[in-house]
């Protein structure tokens, strides 16, 4: 538990450093997500090979786990450019849907089963995020919606995380989605050179310090992951899954400090509905799964 809450104390510092390079330092929020996985895949490349005592960094699923990066890569990339306009604790609070998303895909594409008691818990908790939403989008528009988009993409992370991440060593499935992300990143960036979106070029830091954030951005984000998937092999994910809501408590908090960014009472409504729905789904699958057993 220890674990889970220093990962979530910490990872919201990715998305501040982010916002604070895009809004101080004009980088676009696609370099900053490049960077965020170069990182990452040059880190596991490391930790691995210190590890094992060779370059050996083949993976069982490996084409799957680039797939992740896909995945995981245009889910950051989003989430960047959204914070980047929007308050940190906004966007995670419409984030925080995610888990109302992998239920369903999970009745989709896994054949979990879905009851009306999680159908009900997840319309009501999509009611929280448009509590969230309505105020952001009156104010930042589409960009509001950013964050959906993220906890969707997050979701068909997560669903090819379950299904493959048995077979897989964590740190590779980490560099393999480090890598993934890299291609999708780069790619973008092309796009975004090609028909001139702001958002999507490549800039170069202006000044020295700014390679230091970015890096400290990787570092984040792989230790964060890496404590995460720690947590969950030495604890059950039914005793896990609250400490993931502690998230929004260091984005408050970080963002009220470096930005002067405070959710309003409407915002704080719908970001405990949402918590509240995303607790029971959780709860609800943890009692099926041991009736099942």
Not at 137 to 162: K, Q
Not at 261 to 266: G, K, R
Not at 275 to 293: C, D, M, V, Y
Request: hydrophobic share 60%.
């Amino acid at each position: 538990m220890s674990i889970m809450v220093i990962a979530m104390l910490i990872i919201p510092g990715m998305d501040i450093i982010a916002k604070l390079l895009a809004t101080r330092f004009e980088m676009a929020p696609a370099s900053i997500t490049l960077a965020r996985f170069v990182v990452q895949a040059i880190l596991m490349a490391l930790l691995i090979t210190v590890r094992t005592k060779s370059f050996r960094l083949s993976a069982r699923n490996s084409m799957f786990n680039i797939l992740r990066g896909l995945l995981i890569g245009s889910a950051s990339m989003l989430f960047f450019i959204s914070v980047k306009y929007m308050p940190v604790a906004d966007a995670i609070s419409i984030f925080f849907v995610e888990p109302i998303f992998v239920m369903f895909l999970s009745w989709i594409f896994l054949n979990e089963r879905v009851g009306w008691r999680r159908v009900m818990a997840a319309i009501v908790g999509f009611g929280g995020a448009l509590l969230v939403i309505q105020p952001s989008f009156s104010e930042f528009g589409l960009v509001s919606l950013l964050p959906l988009c993220t906890a969707t993409l997050f979701a068909f992370y997560l669903i090819l995380t379950r299904k493959y991440g048995v077979v897989d060593d964590p740190m590779k499935m980490q560099f393999f989605s480090g890598i993934g992300g890299v291609v999708f990143c780069s790619t973008a960036i092309v796009f975004g050179e090609a028909i001139g979106i702001d958002d999507l070029k490549y800039t170069l830091p202006a000044q020295l310090q700014v390679f230091g954030w970015l890096f400290l951005i990787g570092v984040i984000a792989t230790l964060g992951h890496l404590m995460i998937v720690s947590a969950f092999t030495i604890a059950p994910a039914s005793v896990l899954a609250p400490f993931q809501y502690v998230e929004i408590v260091s984005a408050t908090i970080l963002g009220l400090m470096i930005f002067g960014d405070f959710p309003n009472p409407s915002k704080w409504l719908g970001t405990a509905i949402i918590i509240g729905s995303g607790l029971f789904i959780f709860w609800r699958e943890q009692r099926n799964s041991k009736a099942s057993t």
